[in-house]
């Protein structure tokens, strides 16, 4: 058996340098997360005649280089896109980088109609709310991923609502390039600040269990719940450098080393 190579965090840190680009460089990549649910609510299963695996294979079979854990697809890849999988059954487009945001609308409105036309006639739908609408969370089967098997025992311990979270979230995610260090500091922190906000602005899931549950969002809900040393505000996310950041990253306890 080889010994693991040892990295410092000098290493580490002149990693993070090696990321910047220059402005005219600069592209946006993002990520649209959708439910796959019945018409009674309920999310797809990922076996079955129809389910999150029949789909997969529906893109495989138009052209989606696909990636397996064992025999079951859980990931595909095509033109510098991902299509992946959240631990209940979400399905996720992580889309190409583009410098234009008519680019990344195309290519997520184009992935929203191909999956309606895959699924024509079946009845399925897509939803594109933060949390699933009705089904109960221990009624969700999980993806067979190897990596959601650690987490899933990993945040069972660390927070209530850490599966709700895992199965039962959607969302919609940025990311984008940075200059240099002070370049991405302000990014990080303007992101943080507007955080509660934005959650705010944009909540569209009041909805647990198909009843109103008094809270604009269950989701951000969940994720207050979920693991207290990898969310909410750390202090290095505000008063920012590669290695403060680094030194929280470093700080919180590993799950899993691929």
Not at 48 to 60: E, P
Not at 157 to 173: E, P, S
Request: negative net charge; hydrophobic residues 40%.
């Amino acid at each position: 058996m080889s010994t693991p190579q040892r990295i410092t965090v000098e290493q580490l840190r002149q990693t993070f340098h090696s990321y910047g680009r220059p402005r005219e460089q600069w592209l946006v990549g993002s990520e649209f997360e959708r439910h796959l649910l019945w018409s009674d609510g309920s999310p797809i299963p990922y076996f079955g005649q129809v389910g999150v695996k029949a789909l997969l294979d529906a893109f495989i079979a138009e052209g989606w280089d696909p990636y397996y854990e064992g025999e079951h697809p859980i990931a595909l890849f095509k033109n510098g896109a991902n299509i992946t999988l959240e631990p209940g059954g979400q399905f996720e487009l992580s889309g190409a980088p583009y410098d234009e945001l008519q680019a990344i609308d195309d290519e997520s409105v184009a992935f929203v109609r191909d999956i309606d036309r895959l699924f024509e006639g079946k009845g399925v739908h897509q939803s594109a709310v933060g949390f699933t609408p009705k089904a109960s969370i221990d009624d969700i089967g999980w993806v067979p991923k190897g990596r959601y098997v650690i987490m899933r025992e990993h945040l069972g311990k660390t927070g209530k609502l850490a599966h709700h979270m895992m199965k039962g979230t959607c969302a919609v995610q940025a990311s984008y390039d940075f200059a240099d260090e002070a370049g991405a500091a302000a990014k990080v922190q303007l992101a943080t600040r507007i955080g509660p906000p934005t959650t705010a602005m944009f909540a569209n899931r009041p909805y647990q269990h198909g009843v109103n549950c008094g809270m604009a969002s269950w989701r951000g809900h969940a994720w207050t719940l979920t693991d207290p040393r990898r969310t909410g505000f750390p202090e290095a996310a505000v008063a920012c450098t590669f290695e403060r950041w680094l030194d929280y990253l470093l700080d919180t306890p590993m799950m899993f080393y691929k």
